[in-house]
């Protein structure tokens, strides 16, 4: 019983970081991921990964560096095929960038997960979805060079 609710202390304290929820949000996909066993087992991998922190020091630096060096990325010399998928109510990366991107990025698509967070393409209950999304995309570029 201890064990599930530090499980479910770690998802909610995740989805403080990782979203703009609201609090009957947060609590559906609390419920979600911890009742549907195979997103239970990917959260739990994800957080494996994830932690001890110190070892994710060195590549967090790096992505702070590329954040701020991408502030000025011309965007709009971009010439391959591009989809920019983003969540609306994304928590760790605005979803003003992805608008920006999208709009930036000559013939860009985009597909956004309409109230989903940072986490919403592995551990939405629309993830298939927006995955089989990506995959027709991959699939409808992939001999495009």
């Given at each position: ?14 989805l403080?970081?990782?979203a ?6 947060k ?11 195979h997103?239970r ?5 994800f ?7 110190e070892?994710?020091?060195?590549g967090t630096n790096?992505?702070?560096?590329q ?10 010399k971009i ?7 983003h969540?609306?109510l994304?928590?760790?990366?605005p ?5 920006y991107?999208?709009?930036?990025i000559p013939?860009?698509?985009h597909y ?6 940072h986490l919403?393409?592995w551990l939405?209950?629309d993830?298939?979805q927006?995955?089989?999304?990506v995959?027709?995309f991959f699939?409808?570029?992939a001999?495009q060079?």
């Amino acid at each position: 019983m201890t064990a599930q609710i530090s499980l479910q202390s770690v998802v909610a304290g995740t989805l403080d970081e990782t979203a703009h929820f609201s609090s009957e949000q947060k609590a559906q996909r609390v419920s979600y991921i911890m009742q549907t066993p195979h997103m239970r087992q990917l959260f739990e991998a994800f957080f494996n990964t994830t932690f001890p922190y110190e070892q994710r020091t060195v590549g967090t630096n790096n992505d702070a560096a590329q954040s701020l060096a991408m502030q000025s990325f011309p965007f709009e010399k971009i010439t391959i095929p591009s989809l920019i998928v983003h969540g609306t109510l994304d928590g760790d990366v605005p979803f003003a960038d992805g608008v920006y991107a999208a709009s930036h990025i000559p013939g860009a698509q985009h597909y956004w997960m309409v109230n989903e967070d940072h986490l919403g393409f592995w551990l939405s209950p629309d993830a298939a979805q927006t995955q089989q999304v990506v995959t027709t995309f991959f699939q409808q570029h992939a001999s495009q060079k």
